[in-house]
């Protein structure tokens, strides 16, 4: 078969359960004739994800960008908030987005989160919070960030929007810091369709936060913050509820594939893997590291195989603070970030998804093989 006649594989392709399963769940939604507001299918959804993901209390959302900005109001953030430069440009317009400055920091070389020592040094009078990201699912350094906010009493807002189902030796990592944020898009582990969520550790802040993001209504008539409209519908509540129930299956599909990738890519010289941390990983990503003793570079090999039928992503190139919105910031010098900018040059994610089948894979190790 020719490379223009096989099938495109895309870095990803969304999870969708039988289709006849979900339709009972719209019937329920016809017959009750409620499509948002907090409905019978988001309250449960809410109550069952509490439960699988092991948290206090979780708020939906309409999407993750929203409620990262609805993170930042509930905790009063101001001024400056340290984050990373090596992750989705939502982390920091959530922050230009409530009249933040973003302080870009440098990360870890081999997990590619904030290095805890980095952001110590970057502490001013100005900072009230640092954002961190569990980027690929990898958990940040928490208990080392949590102890600095402590000391400097500061907020932790994490970014969690690949970490769904990741456990440390704590437990879950939304348990982390003053909030968590969760993605639900369509590309990520657990989907519902559009959807995010805030993980926070009190009653009071959820209740806080299921005020701002329903326009800060407190009853029928009364308004007591300025809030938004961040809620999230009955249809995709339902969608939720069912793929609930095939989410360890598809993780488990994933984790069949990723070891696929490591068998393959371990004799390849110039092709780093990124490790697995020791802990509950949920395998959202599969990114690799092309080094300089690869035979060509990662934009080379990422046209190749692009040529052939197979889009991977550099994830995440460039970095956030190379966008014209945060290139003019002093903490956005690459010279400061040489780790970041190390990453970003040479990151590259494969395909990974559980309907991804095993031929599939060994095609695109046969590419890269092919260099």
């Excluded at 299956?249 to 780093?272: C, H, N, Q």
Aim: glycine share 6%.
């Amino acid at each position: 078969m020719s490379n223009e006649t096989k099938e495109v594989i895309n870095v990803t392709r969304p999870s969708m359960p039988p289709l006849g399963e979900f339709l009972p769940y719209l019937e329920r939604i016809w017959t009750s004739h409620i499509l948002t507001n907090g409905g019978p299918c988001h309250a449960q959804l809410e109550r069952e994800l509490v439960a699988f993901l092991g948290v206090k209390h979780i708020a939906l959302f309409n999407n993750a960008t929203i409620a990262l900005v609805v993170a930042l109001k509930a905790l009063g953030i101001q001024g400056e908030v340290i984050t990373t430069p090596f992750s989705f440009v939502a982390t920091a317009h959530s922050l230009l987005w409530n009249n933040i400055t973003p302080v870009f920091v440098d990360i870890e070389p081999d997990t590619l989160n904030l290095d805890p020592a980095k952001i110590e040094a970057a502490i001013t009078d100005r900072t009230t919070a640092i954002m961190p990201v569990h980027c690929y699912g990898q958990p940040a350094a928490a208990v080392a960030i949590d102890e600095i906010a402590k000391r400097h009493g500061l907020k932790v807002i994490y970014d969690a929007a690949h970490a769904f189902g990741v456990r440390d030796q704590n437990g879950s990592v939304l348990n982390y810091g003053d909030l968590s944020i969760l993605s639900f898009h369509a590309t990520k582990v657990f989907n519902t369709f559009e959807g995010g969520a805030i993980v926070c550790q009190t009653l009071a802040m959820k209740e806080h936060i299921d005020r701002l993001k329903n326009f800060g209504h407190d009853g029928e008539i009364r308004v007591i913050e300025t809030g938004i409209n961040g809620k999230m519908s009955e249809i995709n509540s339902a969608f939720g509820l069912l793929q609930l129930k095939y989410v360890d299956a598809m993780i488990a599909k994933r984790e069949s594939i990723d070891a696929l990738y490591r068998k393959g890519l371990a004799p390849v010289k110039g092709i780093e893997c990124l490790n697995v941390f020791e802990g509950v990983p949920n395998y959202a990503y599969f990114p690799i590291l092309v080094n300089s003793d690869f035979p060509m570079s990662r934009d080379r090999l990422y046209d190749h195989m692009k040529a052939n039928g197979v889009n991977p992503r550099r994830y995440f190139y460039p970095l956030i603070s190379e966008f014209p919105m945060y290139r003019d910031l002093p903490s956005s010098d690459r010279r400061n970030l040489p780790a970041a900018a190390h990453a970003a040059d040479r990151i590259l994610c494969l395909p990974i998804y559980p309907d991804l089948e095993a031929a599939s894979v060994q095609r695109i190790l046969d590419l890269i093989a092919q260099v």
